[in-house]
Structures are given as C-alpha cells and as structure tokens.
C-alpha cells in the first residue's frame, strides 16, 4: 500500500483524522479487503519507521459505499476516552448536509 494513497486531515500523537474514500471498508470483514485501518497502519508504521506492529483503534465506522471523515485513535488510552465521550453524547457525527 502506498502511504500516499491516504488522505490524512489531521494527525497529533493521540488521534487522526481520514478523509476515507468511497468503495473503502473501515474494518476487515469476511471479503479481506483491504481495509482504511490497514492503511492507517501502513502510514504510521512507514512515517514514524516503527517496527512490530501498530496500533490503530477504530472509533466508528462508515459505510463502504460512503465517503467521509473518520477518527482513528493512535492508542487505546485514546480509543478509551473517545468511546467514552461518545457514549456520553459529548462528541457527535454529524451524518446530515445543509
């Protein structure tokens, strides 16, 4: 996977921000397509040359035939406390144009 092929909005040590193309799954499902998570990983791991593995949480989903903004969390400290605001309604989606 080319690192180039990601749209990254916005990116600091706890969180990113996606500009997830249309026809690109969020997470893996049954088919094995690569997946915007898989391609966060790839990013990371090649901007930052860090071995092993790299941790990418998902913090909600869109869609495969939508395109859009998605939040990513870089650690599951952050994956924790993203979830948690947005179980307490303190962070929404907005899933509507004006």
Do not use: C, W
């Not at 040590?13 to 193309?21: A, D, F, R, T």
């Not at 993203?82 to 899933?95: D, G, P, S, V």
């Amino acid at each position: 996977m080319n690192p180039d092929k990601l749209h990254v909005l916005y990116e600091d040590n706890h969180l990113i921000v996606i500009n997830k193309p249309a026809g690109l799954l969020v997470q893996g499902d049954a088919t094995g397509d690569e997946t915007l998570a898989d391609r966060v990983k790839q990013y990371l791991k090649t901007k930052y040359n860090k071995p092993g593995n790299v941790f990418v949480g998902v913090v909600h989903r869109l869609d495969r035939p939508v395109s859009g903004v998605v939040l990513m969390a870089k650690t599951s400290k952050a994956l924790e406390r993203l979830n948690r605001q947005f179980r307490e309604r303190k962070i929404y989606k907005n899933i509507g144009l004006s």
